[in-house]
């Protein structure tokens, strides 16, 4: 139990395009979900808290209208890169937290690797 | 500023050594503490302390967290080359919504 997945695992696109990355809890339901980013040899990033039914907590230095969040029901939010540039780059995880009592408090999405050519 | 500090950054052992890593933080409304273990992709669960002095075990794997020392330590002993990956420690604090602090990780190599 407890599975978190995203989609899709790894995209390439063109400069100047969006890509929308999904992230679902697949056996539990999460009013509130996190969006991280990784870079190489780096830890995890907190970019923004997603709660649904609302609008999502940016951290400071990410920015809200280029990354687009919108969690519509209790097992899905999704990530928009607007207007993709080669520094959007990176390795972008999902992480959400079960409404009910689990062993852990957040459980990850296997991540989904962003190329901006 | 909420902050989590780990160390060491990176550790090269034997196999059959035994390592200890580090995690201290500084974090308003301190909830819970959570160790990852990460390879390729996403983290993994190992474990969530939320009780300072009460050890939890898995396997070759133990955890205590000090509330006293805002700290806590993450021990694997008899290590293998499967032990090898980045140590995460997460701090979860709560203050109108949830939020995890995370660590720069510890960097763990274990050599045949």
């Known amino acids: 139990g407890a599975v978190v997945s995203q989609h899709p695992s790894w995209v390439i696109c063109k400069s100047g395009t969006s890509v929308k990355i999904e992230c679902r809890s697949l056996d539990f339901q999460a009013t509130t979900m996190f969006w991280y980013r990784q870079f190489p040899k780096q830890s995890l990033m907190l970019m923004a808290t997603?709660?649904?039914?609302?609008?999502?907590?940016?951290e400071q230095g990410v920015e809200k209208d280029k990354f687009l969040i919108n969690h519509a029901s209790l097992t899905l939010s999704t990530l928009t890169v607007t207007s993709a540039h080669p520094e959007d780059s990176s390795f972008y995880i999902c992480s959400a937290r079960p409404n009910r009592v689990l062993t852990a408090t957040q459980y990850f999405g296997p991540g989904t690797r962003l190329t901006v050519l | 500023e909420d902050k989590v500090v780990q160390s060491p950054l990176s550790l090269v052992v034997h196999e059959g050594d035994t390592v200890t890593l580090n995690c201290s933080y500084e974090?308003?409304?301190?909830?819970?503490l959570l160790w990852y273990k990460q390879e390729k992709k996403a983290p993994t669960f190992l474990f969530m302390l939320?009780?300072?002095?009460i050890e939890k075990k898995s396997g070759r794997l133990s955890s205590i967290l000090d509330k006293k020392e805002l700290s806590s330590i993450l021990n694997i002993t008899a290590t293998q080359t499967g032990d090898s990956a980045i140590y995460l420690c997460?701090?979860?604090?709560?203050?109108?919504?949830?939020?995890?602090?995370f660590g720069t990780g510890t960097r763990l190599k274990v050599l045949a």
């Open positions: 997460a701090v979860e604090a709560i203050g109108g919504t949830y939020k995890y602090i």
């Open positions: 939320t009780s300072s002095g």
């Open positions: 997603s709660n649904e039914g609302s609008k999502a907590t940016y």
């Open positions: 974090v308003t409304n301190f909830r819970s």
